[in-house]
């Protein structure tokens, strides 16, 4: 089950394995961190990613060259295409950091991994709302939380989040092998979770806060 994280809980990072020097490099910068959350989605040629994000075709094949020489993507297949060879990548290593990890990172570091990850996203919901798939199942779940944490609240809300992460990804791995068992095709998803600091306060709804339509219990 693909995904694009940028912090991982001590228990997700147990099934997800931590991140090393060289994805913390190829991450660096902003096209290649993109190239490889698409990597980690499908293979793709560069002529193919230089398509999906709008970019000069020699800029992306350069970045595809770093990314594949960093060891984080490979190459899977070659094919003709227009009287030349096209090169057709997946990627090796998925880019989970630990707390202590993304803490060591420059600001400017994880503002540009987190542009990529939040435009990303809104791709995937974009397309999602283009496709009328959105609001196709009645019991997805979708909810907008403003809290008021103190420092030990913030903590533990990180917590409970990394352990979702981990349920999501012990699920999704059951999930293709039943799929795979019953020779089905399975429900394309993206799951999603934020937590940050907002601009400014914001005073809480009653009922605990929460807007947006839940999944019926």
Not at 126 to 145: G, N, Q
Not at 191 to 216: I, N, T, Y
Request: proline share 4%.
């Amino acid at each position: 089950m693909p995904e694009w994280v940028m912090v991982a809980s001590d228990m997700a990072k147990e099934q997800a394995g931590l991140v090393d020097a060289r994805l913390a490099k190829a991450l660096s910068h902003p096209m290649r961190a993109h190239i490889l959350g698409i990597l980690n989605d499908r293979v793709a040629s560069p002529n193919e990613i230089a398509g999906m994000i709008n970019e000069r075709l020699p800029n992306v094949s350069y970045h595809v060259r770093a990314l594949h020489e960093l060891e984080c993507i490979e190459l899977v297949r070659t094919a003709q295409r227009r009287g030349a060879i096209e090169h057709y990548y997946r990627a090796l290593k998925r880019p989970f950091f630990s707390d202590r990890d993304w803490k060591r990172l420059p600001q400017s570091a994880r503002q540009a991994m987190s542009d990529v990850a939040l435009q990303m996203i809104w791709e995937d919901v974009s397309s999602a709302i283009e496709a009328d798939t959105f609001e196709r199942r009645s019991d997805r779940y979708l909810t907008r939380s403003p809290l008021v944490l103190d420092e030990r609240g913030w903590g533990e809300l990180n917590e409970v989040l990394g352990g979702v992460l981990a349920e999501a990804e012990r699920i999704g791995s059951q999930s293709v092998k039943r799929l795979a068992k019953a020779d089905e095709i399975g429900i394309p998803t993206r799951l999603v979770m934020m937590h940050f600091e907002a601009s400014e306060a914001e005073e809480p709804e009653s009922g605990g806060g929460s807007s947006g339509k839940r999944r019926k219990r």
